[in-house]
């Protein structure tokens, strides 16, 4: 009896050298990245959300490498890029790194396209399409309780509670995600 092996129809190209580190906070490159993509591809499709535009928010170094948000009119997504510091790991686009923060680990996919004026990066996508928010104040604010909430530790992990035991890899994902959407949310974890 033959195995049948397993292979990807696609398998997005390595990154053949690796990412350049941002010296200065790449808000401003961003913010023009994705304002582009918005003039070019994106502002006639269905699912934009009119009322919001393009924003990087909350940018500041982690660990040596820049950690953020960026806001569309069709998504909220939290941002890795590097900066020189251990967070950062160069990959193929759509390969995924669990990346741990105050909050716990969380899954980044990776996005890499070196003839782009974004290059490389690593984004775990927040909320897509971004409808709910009726103003770019609320989907600000929304951004800016996500990245606080991923630099807050756990009240558990403060208390010396003893850990609970750990659970197979495929289900600690789950519940690592959930809690830290129920804090962005403003719920007690």
Not at 58 to 85: I, K, Q
Not at 98 to 116: H, K, N, Q, T, W
Request: with cysteine; proline share 10%.
């Amino acid at each position: 009896m033959s195995e049948r092996v397993r292979k990807p129809l696609f398998e997005a190209a390595r990154p053949a050298e690796a990412a350049n580190a941002y010296a200065d906070d790449p808000s401003a490159m961003l913010e023009a990245h994705y304002r582009r993509v918005w003039e070019t591809s994106m502002h006639d499709m269905p699912f934009v959300n009119p009322a919001l535009s393009v924003t990087a928010i909350g940018f500041c170094r982690h660990e040596g490498d820049w950690v953020g948000a960026v806001l569309t009119p069709w998504f909220l997504n939290l941002f890795v890029l590097p900066g020189g510091g251990a967070l950062w790991t160069d990959l193929a686009s759509g390969d995924r790194v669990r990346i741990a923060f105050p909050v716990g680990e969380l899954e980044f996919i990776a996005d890499y396209d070196p003839g782009s004026t974004l290059p490389a990066c690593q984004y775990c996508p927040l909320f897509a399409p971004v409808s709910q928010f009726a103003t770019q104040e609320a989907a600000v604010a929304a951004a800016e309780a996500a990245l606080a909430a991923l630099f807050t530790v756990p009240a558990a992990a403060l208390a010396d509670v003893p850990p609970e035991p750990a659970a197979p890899q495929e289900a600690d994902a789950v519940p690592s995600r959930r809690a830290f959407f129920r804090r962005v949310a403003g719920q007690n974890t």
